[in-house]
């Protein structure tokens, strides 16, 4: 199953924060903005997308649903 969510991460430390949460799953976590897809559990990835609008987080595998659970602080305003 995949789960998909738009979050903002405006901020490196709003990046960081969302790495370090992607990093205590085991689900599969990419990150989308335009075309570009990036592995969600690395900042440098993170860091080359377009961040000044939300972008797409799909998160897949047995604690997919968890993890997306977790998303609160990043959702956009």
């Not at 990093?23 to 080359?48: E, W």
Request: net charge negative.
């Amino acid at each position: 199953m995949t789960i998909e969510r738009q979050v903002k991460l405006e901020k490196l430390t709003q990046v960081c924060d969302f790495v370090n949460l992607a990093s205590k799953y085991s689900c599969d976590v990419k990150v989308k903005s335009n075309n570009q897809v990036v592995d969600g559990k690395s900042i440098l990835g993170i860091l080359t997308l377009s961040l000044w609008k939300p972008v797409t987080v799909w998160a897949s595998g047995e604690d997919a649903e968890e993890f997306i659970a977790q998303l609160g602080p990043f959702q956009p305003q």
